[in-house]
C-alpha cells in the first residue's frame, strides 16, 4: 500500500502547476488587460464615428488572446517550459502585427492591399505560436534555463538611442544640403545602430543584439532608402549574428533574397513599396 501511494504522489504533482508557472500566467493575465485599458485611455474613433465604451474596447481586444495563454499554466503545470512559452512569444508577435496593422485596408478586388500580406502573415505566425505552445503543454521537455537580461537590455539600448535621432531628424537631415533630409537621417542611423551593435555584444550575446539591429535598419531604412538597399543590409547585419557565418555565401544568398524582395513584394503583392532611395 504505502509503495502505491508513494508512486502514485508524484503522478498527482506532476498536473499542478508551478510557482514559476502561476506567475508567469499572471503576469500574461495583467497584458491582455492592459490591451483594452490602453484601446479606453488613447483609442481613437473611427472617422465620421463617434466614441464609445465598446469602440475603445474593441481597439485594445487584440491583447486579450494572451489571457488564455495565462489561464493554462495557472492551473495546469507545463510540461515543456521553452516550447510554451517560445509559443505564447510568437502569438504576442502576431497579435502585435495584427493591431499595428489593424487600420490598414486589404484586398482590392483581386489585388492585395497593404494590409493584405501583414495579416496574412500574421494570422501564420499565431497558428504556428498556438502549435508550438500547445507542444510544450502535451509533451515533455527540458525545464527553464536561468534567464539572461544582458541580451534584452542591448536590445533595449538600441531602441533608446533611436528616440534622440528621431527628435532631432529635422535638423540632422538639414546638415547635408542637396541630399534628401529623411535619406541623410537614415544613413546615419544605420551607422550608428552597427557601431553601437559592436559595442553592446561586448556584455551582451551577440545573436539578440545584432537580430535587434537588423530589424531596426530595416524599419528606419525601408522608406527613404527603397526596399532594394533595405533588404541587402539588414541581411547582412543579421547574418553577423554569428562568429559563423561565411561571407561568400552570405552575400550570394543577399543578393538573391533582396531580388526575391524586390519582385514579391512590388510586383507579386502590389504593394506601394519603392525600390531605390529617394535623392
Same mark, same amino acid.
Given at each position: 500500500?504505502?509503495?502505491?501511494?508513494?508512486?502514485?504522489?508524484?503522478?498527482?504533482?506532476?498536473?499542478?502547476?508551478?510557482?514559476?508557472?502561476?506567475?508567469?500566467? &499572471?503576469?500574461? *493575465?495583467?497584458?491582455? *488587460?492592459?490591451?483594452?485599458?490602453?484601446?479606453?485611455?488613447?483609442?481613437?474613433? =473611427?472617422?465620421?464615428?463617434?466614441?464609445?465604451?465598446?469602440?475603445?474596447?474593441?481597439?485594445?481586444?487584440?491583447?486579450?488572446?494572451?489571457?488564455?495563454?495565462?489561464?493554462? =499554466?495557472?492551473?495546469?503545470?507545463?510540461?515543456?517550459?521553452?516550447?510554451?512559452?517560445?509559443?505564447?512569444?510568437?502569438?504576442?508577435?502576431?497579435?502585435?502585427?495584427?493591431?499595428?496593422?489593424?487600420?490598414?485596408?486589404?484586398?482590392?478586388?483581386?489585388?492585395?492591399?497593404?494590409?493584405?500580406?501583414?495579416?496574412?502573415?500574421?494570422?501564420?505566425?499565431?497558428?504556428?505560436?498556438?502549435?508550438?505552445?500547445?507542444?510544450?503543454?502535451?509533451?515533455?521537455?527540458?525545464?527553464?534555463?536561468?534567464?539572461?537580461?544582458?541580451?534584452?537590455?542591448?536590445?533595449?539600448?538600441?531602441?533608446?538611442?533611436?528616440?534622440?535621432?528621431? &527628435?532631432?531628424?529635422?535638423? &540632422?537631415?538639414?546638415?547635408?544640403?542637396?541630399?534628401?533630409?529623411?535619406?541623410?537621417?537614415?544613413?546615419?542611423?544605420?551607422?550608428?545602430?552597427?557601431?553601437?551593435?559592436?559595442?553592446?555584444?561586448?556584455?551582451?550575446?551577440?545573436?539578440?543584439?545584432? &537580430?535587434?539591429?537588423?530589424?531596426?535598419?530595416?524599419?528606419?531604412?525601408?522608406?527613404?532608402?527603397?526596399?532594394? *538597399?533595405?533588404?541587402?543590409?539588414?541581411?547582412?547585419?543579421?547574418?553577423?549574428?554569428?562568429?559563423?557565418?561565411?561571407?561568400?555565401?552570405?552575400?550570394?544568398?543577399?543578393?538573391?533574397?533582396?531580388?526575391?524582395?524586390?519582385?514579391?513584394?512590388?510586383?507579386?503583392?502590389?504593394?506601394?513599396?519603392?525600390?531605390?532611395?529617394?535623392?
Amino acid at each position: 500500500m504505502s509503495e502505491g501511494s508513494g508512486s502514485a504522489a508524484p503522478a498527482a504533482r506532476s498536473h499542478i502547476a508551478s510557482r514559476e508557472d502561476y506567475w508567469a500566467g &499572471i503576469v500574461l *493575465i495583467g497584458l491582455a *488587460i492592459m490591451g483594452p485599458v490602453l484601446g479606453l485611455l488613447f483609442g481613437k474613433p =473611427p472617422r465620421g464615428a463617434t466614441w464609445t465604451f465598446m469602440e475603445g474596447i474593441r481597439q485594445g481586444a487584440y491583447s486579450l488572446p494572451l489571457a488564455v495563454f495565462g489561464a493554462v =499554466p495557472v492551473f495546469i503545470r507545463v510540461r515543456s517550459p521553452q516550447d510554451y512559452y517560445g509559443g505564447v512569444a510568437l502569438a504576442a508577435i502576431a497579435l502585435f502585427a495584427l493591431w499595428a496593422g489593424g487600420d490598414l485596408p486589404g484586398m482590392r478586388g483581386f489585388a492585395f492591399g497593404p494590409g493584405t500580406a501583414p495579416r496574412l502573415f500574421a494570422y501564420c505566425l499565431l497558428g504556428l505560436g498556438v502549435v508550438v505552445a500547445l507542444t510544450g503543454l502535451l509533451t515533455d521537455g527540458p525545464p527553464s534555463e536561468p534567464f539572461s537580461f544582458s541580451g534584452p537590455v542591448g536590445g533595449a539600448v538600441l531602441l533608446i538611442v533611436l528616440i534622440p535621432m528621431t &527628435i532631432y531628424a529635422a535638423r &540632422i537631415g538639414k546638415s547635408f544640403p542637396g541630399m534628401a533630409p529623411d535619406v541623410v537621417l537614415a544613413v546615419l542611423e544605420v551607422l550608428v545602430l552597427i557601431a553601437l551593435a559592436l559595442v553592446v555584444t561586448r556584455f551582451a550575446p551577440r545573436g539578440p543584439v545584432f &537580430i535587434t539591429a537588423s530589424t531596426l535598419i530595416f524599419a528606419v531604412t525601408i522608406r527613404p532608402l527603397g526596399l532594394v *538597399i533595405a533588404s541587402f543590409v539588414s541581411l547582412i547585419v543579421s547574418a553577423t549574428a554569428t562568429h559563423e557565418v561565411r561571407w561568400l555565401e552570405t552575400i550570394i544568398w543577399t543578393v538573391v533574397l533582396t531580388a526575391f524582395c524586390s519582385v514579391l513584394f512590388p510586383y507579386g503583392l502590389n504593394l506601394p513599396l519603392q525600390l531605390w532611395p529617394r535623392f
